[in-house]
């Protein structure tokens, strides 16, 4: 966010972001109903902005674990959900290999929420490598 927060798996909350959903494919989407295992076939995050801090946010997809050889199509959306529903940003993108890092988008947003600016200027992130990760993330 614009004061230097970064939410993610590691972080979930962070200055007025908060990711709602950490999705890891199949593995948290098992649920029982009734004895039955059933899979939730939709694999999406959720991440909220609680409120307005003028200046750039920046969303980049990491692809932590391949789980195959296909390569992972990831649709990234931006919706603004006040006053009135509006999506700002809608483009699907591919991840082809574990520790892959890619900026989706990078925006701006002014003191009344309007979005702007929006531009692909990659910017790594994530400060390391999945083999070099720090001893405290477990």
């Known amino acids: 966010d614009p004061i230097g927060e970064t939410v993610s798996y590691l972080r979930k909350d962070a200055s007025w972001l908060h990711l709602d959903r950490d999705d890891r494919g199949e593995v948290n989407d098992t649920i029982l109903v009734d ?3 059933l899979v939730y076939p939709i694999n999406q995050e959720v991440v909220t ?9 920046i969303v980049n997809l990491y692809y932590y674990d391949k789980a195959g050889s296909d ?4 649709e990234v959306k931006v919706d603004r959900v006040n006053p009135t529903l509006k999506t700002v940003f809608a483009q699907t993108f591919e991840l082809n290999a574990q520790d892959q890092e890619l900026t989706a988008l990078r925006f ?15 910017l790594r992130l994530t400060p390391y490598k999945l083999d070099q990760m720090p001893s405290w993330v477990e």
């Open 108 to 122: 701006s947003i002014d003191r009344e929420g309007n979005v702007f600016g929006i531009n692909r200027l990659p």
């Open 35 to 37: 004895g039955d295992e």
């Open 49 to 57: 902005i609680r409120g307005i801090i003028p200046g750039e946010y």
């Open 71 to 74: 390569p992972v199509p990831v």
